[in-house]
């Protein structure tokens, strides 16, 4: 599913709980990914996140998803590449 529809779906089913900020907080941090697919224009990703959440009646659930990324590469070398644009596509509840 989508970002937005990853978003509502949790908030349907644990409550209105903050899951913006929470996910937002543990996209920004550097995970070992798996590499799905890599030529020399493109990567594709997989990172395992997991975070804590309150449920509406104030217990807490751990949720562990992963999301899949699509990268274009610039810059590349036969050591090393960078990163022109990257978006997160797909998140899955595991």
Request: overall charge negative.
């Amino acid at each position: 599913m989508k970002r937005n529809e990853f978003i509502s779906y949790v908030k349907a089913v644990y409550g209105d709980c903050d899951i913006e900020s929470e996910l937002s907080a543990v996209e920004c941090r550097e995970t070992d990914g798996v590499t799905v697919f890599e030529n020399s224009k493109v990567f594709i990703g997989k990172d395992y996140y997991e975070i804590h959440i309150k449920r509406k009646c104030g217990k807490p659930v751990l949720l562990h998803f992963c999301v899949y990324g699509v990268g274009m590469k610039c810059n590349v070398t036969p050591e090393d590449y960078e990163f022109e644009s990257y978006e997160n596509c797909e998140y899955i509840i595991l």
